[in-house]
């Protein structure tokens, strides 16, 4: 599909641009300088046509943010990623030396590059927008991304400016797999050994990433979306209103996955906010596998992996029916059992199984092993089918199906697990009325 990268000195309005043209408000806008870090991007399309759009962080030189560099990189990986650029400049600042510096690089490239005038709201700034020429990159689009004035336009333009051949892709039953965690467990250091390439920004700093990160993964068979997502800290903790809103990203990146790898340090162990993000992909009915990171810091014994393995599954529980891997990002251990063993939660999220299959299993098993009696009246279960939704749930008929007891109903799940392969799997089982 192809690529338009918006780019352009902070606080020009670029975030605010990407969600206008994608239409949803995907990436954080605030007035702080360096909001944006990593790439970000997004599907959007016009007049039957749809394209991507990259945001980027601002590009600066000699400024006091310590993600300068990697913000300066991440820019010029989408430069190069890209078809067309959008250079976006703000008519009130006037032309400024970083936006001279960007225009001298910009015409350097190979690219078609848009110049964008940005936060023209009436006529005297469209007059204004022309000392915008001297840039040498044409004429500048008059735009104002926060109301929209002039954005037809500039779509009309970008289309013109795309490769011929900028069609739909079939990607939207393509599942996506979800990186989530507490801060500095390893997530965007994971996304990027898996990508081979420096997607995301790493660094030991605590809230580094702050969107949602999304990115097609299409290697070894695999085809799907891969999220990278900010750090979740208790909401005690979450102290500025950026935080607050990469957290609420995150949660929206789960709640919109398939199966969410939730990533643990292991020289911390299995904290109280990883149960809480944990019970958010369960109740959320999302599949789940357990990444324990950082492996190769533990000091080991014979049986320190079946140890740690026993003790997950003890917190975990009731479900604690999940894949767990032990690894080293850093030293590339075992990161891609952890991307087949996703697809597989994955595909068992979407198993079907036939009601007389599940009658021929399950019949047998009630007779011998009946639900207790309760207030002397005998259940008797008849029946039980997979209901016609998105994840496995699955109905028992039942003559009185107020008096059965949560007992055996995970004894029910326990025996669907030994015979159905449902690992990392959230199952819910109904008792209806026959």
């Not at 959007?44 to 006091?64: C, L, M, Q, R």
């Not at 079939?170 to 599942?175: K, S, V």
């Not at 789960?254 to 369960?282: P, T």
Request: hydrophobic letters at 35%.
């Amino acid at each position: 599909m192809s690529l338009a990268a918006i780019v352009g000195r902070p606080n020009v309005g670029k975030s605010t641009l990407f969600n206008r043209l994608v239409g949803r408000r995907q990436a954080i806008v605030d007035s702080t300088a360096g909001t944006t870090r990593d790439r970000h991007y997004g599907k959007t399309d016009w007049n039957g046509k749809e394209f991507s759009i990259i945001d980027t962080g601002g590009y600066t030189v000699n400024s006091e943010d310590i993600f300068e560099d990697e913000i300066r990189r991440q820019v010029i990986l989408a430069i190069e990623e890209a078809d067309v650029i959008l250079f976006l400049v703000e008519v009130a600042t006037g032309i400024t030396d970083l936006d001279m510096m960007m225009a001298d690089m910009l015409r350097r490239s190979s690219k078609k590059v848009l110049l964008v005038c940005n936060k023209v709201d009436n006529n005297d700034q469209i007059y204004a927008s022309h000392e915008f020429y001297s840039l040498g990159l044409g004429t500048p689009y008059c735009i104002s991304s926060m109301s929209g004035s002039g954005t037809g336009d500039l779509m009309d333009a970008i289309l013109e400016a795309l490769p011929a051949d900028v069609r739909s892709d079939e990607e939207e039953d393509l599942p996506h797999i979800t990186i989530v965690g507490r801060p500095n467990v390893g997530k965007s250091s994971m996304t990027n050994a898996l990508l081979g390439q420096e997607r995301n920004i790493v660094t030991s700093i605590a809230g580094t990433t702050r969107d949602s990160i999304h990115t097609r993964y299409n290697k070894y068979g695999m085809d799907f979306y891969l999220v990278d997502t900010a750090g979740m800290r208790k909401k005690g903790k979450t102290m500025e209103d950026l935080e607050f809103y990469s957290v609420m990203r995150s949660i929206r990146a789960i709640e919109e996955s398939d199966v969410c790898i939730l990533m643990l340090d292991a020289q911390q162990g299995l904290e109280s906010q990883d149960l809480n993000i944990h019970n958010l992909i369960v109740r959320n009915r999302k599949g789940c596998v357990i990444v324990v990171n950082k492996w190769d810091l533990i000091e080991k014994e014979s049986n320190t992996m079946k140890e740690w393995r026993e003790f997950l599954e003890k917190r975990l529980a009731p479900f604690n029916d999940i894949p767990i891997i032990f690894t080293s990002v850093l030293n590339k251990q075992r990161i891609l059992d952890v991307l087949q063993t996703a697809i597989r939660v994955h595909q068992s999220r979407k198993r079907r199984i036939a009601t007389s299959e599940l009658n021929e299993y399950f019949l047998p098993i009630i007779e011998n092993w009946p639900p207790p009696a309760t207030k002397g009246k005998y259940i008797k279960i008849k029946y039980v089918t997979q209901l016609p939704t998105p994840t496995p749930q699955f109905a028992f008929f039942v003559n009185l199906p107020q008096y059965i007891k949560e007992p055996y109903r995970r004894f029910l799940e326990n025996k669907l697990r030994e015979q159905w392969d449902f690992s990392g799997v959230p199952i819910q089982i109904y008792f209806r009325q026959k």
